[in-house]
């Protein structure tokens, strides 16, 4: 019996369109994308940070760039 296995679940990252799965990505509590680990963490440090409560804020929104809003369709 694995323990850890892949999520079966995927969804494509609104910053560079590419599946991920779910639980290794997330979404931006500022601008509300939902975005693959490279585009919402950008690095270890800031997964580090998470684990620990920080909020989860894109790079691009830490950045002091505005998104565009996902589009609802």
Same mark, same amino acid.
């Not at 601008?31 to 919402?40: E, G, T």
């Given at each position: 019996?694995?323990?850890?296995?892949?999520?079966?679940?995927?969804?494509?990252?609104?910053?560079?369109?590419?599946?991920? &799965?779910?639980?290794?990505?997330?979404? +931006?509590?500022? =601008? $509300?994308?939902?975005?693959?680990?490279?585009?919402?963490?950008?690095?270890?440090?800031?997964?580090?940070?998470? &684990?620990?409560?920080?909020?989860?804020? +894109?790079?691009? =929104? $830490?950045?002091?760039?505005?998104?565009?809003?996902?589009?609802?369709?």
């Amino acid at each position: 019996m694995p323990i850890f296995q892949k999520s079966i679940f995927n969804t494509e990252c609104d910053e560079c369109g590419v599946p991920f &799965a779910v639980n290794t990505g997330g979404v +931006c509590t500022k =601008c $509300r994308r939902i975005l693959c680990s490279k585009h919402l963490h950008g690095s270890l440090v800031i997964k580090l940070l998470l &684990a620990f409560g920080a909020s989860s804020i +894109c790079v691009r =929104c $830490r950045a002091g760039e505005s998104p565009a809003p996902p589009s609802t369709n």
